[in-house]
């Protein structure tokens, strides 16, 4: 979203929020749990993400390598060349989802920094006042009954892409 595509489109109620995960190997025997412990690790990311430029502003990390996909990303977390990788929740709970035998899990008690957060939202043309009301209605009720929660773990997601907490960082 921003203010040119605000001047051609309406923007809806967000869907579904996500955050940057870590994803390690399985039992994460590197104990890599926070972004503070990533200090002196091998981490793994996409280039020209986000999650570049927050690593990149970091000097305590021993060293950033940079796909330019996600398979071959968790391909070198899976065969143990780097550490860990840090890209979007869905991302990681997705490919964890399809490939279960792989050597591979999401970060238990990783909770993405502000500025790590996006959603996920529909638009419509500016002149639909009536179908964006009724449609961002529509997802806030489904938010609310938990129908989306399980629309969002039948896509390896869980309820933190609920709602959008903000953190102090």
């Known amino acids: 979203e921003n203010e040119a595509r605000r001047k051609v489109v309406a923007f809806g109620s967000p869907l579904y929020w996500y955050g940057s995960a870590l994803?390690?190997?399985?039992?994460?025997?590197?104990?890599?749990?926070?972004?503070?412990s990533l200090a002196g690790k091998v981490v793994g990311t996409i280039r020209g993400?986000?999650?570049?430029?927050?690593?990149?502003?970091r000097?305590?990390?021993?060293?950033?390598?940079?796909?330019?996909?996600?398979?071959?990303?968790?391909?070198?977390?899976?065969?143990?060349?780097?550490?860990?990788?840090?890209e979007d929740?869905?991302?990681?709970?997705?490919?964890?989802?399809?490939?279960?035998?792989?050597n591979i899990e999401m970060a238990s008690g990783y909770v993405?920094?502000?500025?790590?957060?996006?959603?996920?939202?529909?638009?419509v043309r500016l002149e639909d006042v009536d179908l964006n009301h009724a449609l961002s209605r529509a997802?806030?009720?489904?938010?609310?009954d938990g129908t989306m929660s399980g629309i969002l773990r039948d896509f390896g997601y869980s309820d933190r892409n609920l709602w959008y907490f903000p953190t102090k960082n």
């Open 23 to 36: 994803a390690v190997q399985k039992g994460n025997p590197q104990d890599i749990h926070s972004f503070e």
């Open 49 to 57: 993400s986000l999650n570049q430029q927050i690593l990149e502003a």
């Open 59 to 86: 000097k305590d990390i021993k060293e950033l390598k940079l796909y330019t996909s996600n398979d071959a990303e968790f391909t070198d977390l899976i065969n143990g060349r780097i550490d860990a990788a840090m």
């Open 89 to 102: 929740d869905f991302k990681v709970a997705s490919f964890v989802k399809a490939h279960p035998d792989e």
């Open 112 to 123: 993405p920094q502000a500025t790590e957060y996006g959603y996920s939202r529909f638009t």
């Open 139 to 144: 997802a806030d009720e489904i938010r609310a």
